[in-house]
T-cell receptor, first 108, second 115 residues
Framework: GQNIDQPTEMTATEGAIVQINCTYQ??????LFWYQQHAGEAPTFLSYNVLDGLEEKGRFSSFLSRSKGYSYLLLKELQMKDSASYLC?????????FGAGTTVTVRA | DAGVTQSPTHLIKTRGQHVTLRCSPISGHKSVSWYQQVLGQGPQFIFQ???????GRGNFPDRFSARQFPNYSSELNVNALLLGDSALYLC??????????????FGNGTRLTVT
């Protein structure tokens, strides 16, 4: 089975940093994705990790530890437009299994 | 380049009816996947098709079926609709299928309401 856990909600101030944690227990692992989803819109791809370590992409970074079944998404220099749901997803062969998503609210 | 396109954007059906949702992948993408997203939850995998063959199926009843056409577009069919089928249905395309860093690119979805 697949079990992917992430916090339900997080709130942060504009310009600050927020870290969204994701823990997973899955029957197989071929990589971990992070997606951003604004209300009423499609999920958009943010990052992909398959090896342990940190992947940096502008203001967004993602970290993976396969031995711990753990990943985080780091959002730096938060902007109001970053208010959205962030989805952690584990790839197992052809199937992407998603967590329930973390709603991030950025306050002025 | 056009992204993944889905039609219709919204649909209201009555219990017991059937529905067909359509998806056109990004040009050059041969893999299409379907996901169901209920409000407040992450997307749940329904099907994946690659090169017109079903590559995987999630834990959905046989009322759900799909197919992929020679031009790589796809249809999702749901028969005998239940109230619980009300959700956002997302189609996603990718260059390859499985075990790859080829990310899924999602369409804006079809919002299905069953009354």
């Amino acid at each position: 089975g697949q079990n992917i856990d992430q916090p339900t909600e997080m709130t942060a101030t504009e310009g600050a940093i927020v870290q969204i944690n994701c823990t997973y227990q899955t029957s197989g692992f071929n990589g971990l994705f992070w997606y951003q989803q604004h209300a009423g819109e499609a999920p958009t791809f943010l990052s992909y990790n398959v090896l342990d370590g940190l992947e940096e992409k502008g203001r967004f970074s993602s970290f993976l530890s396969r031995s711990k079944g753990y990943s985080y998404l780091l959002l730096k220099e938060l902007q109001m437009k970053d208010s959205a749901s962030y989805l952690c997803a584990v790839l197992n062969d052809y199937k992407l299994s998603f967590g329930a998503g973390t709603t991030v609210t950025v306050r002025a | 380049d056009a992204g993944v396109t889905q039609s219709p954007t919204h649909l209201i059906k009555t219990r017991g009816q059937h529905v067909t949702l359509r998806c056109s992948p990004i040009s050059g993408h041969k893999s299409v996947s379907w996901y169901q997203q209920v409000l407040g939850q992450g997307p749940q995998f329904i099907f994946q098709y690659y090169e017109k063959e079903e590559r995987g199926r999630g834990n959905f009843p046989d009322r759900f079926s799909a197919r992929q056409f020679p031009n790589y577009s796809s249809e999702l069919n749901v028969n005998a609709l239940l109230l619980g089928d009300s959700a956002l249905y997302l189609c996603a395309s990718s260059l390859a299928a499985g075990r790859t860093n080829s990310p899924l690119h999602f369409g804006n979805g079809t919002r299905l309401t069953v009354t």
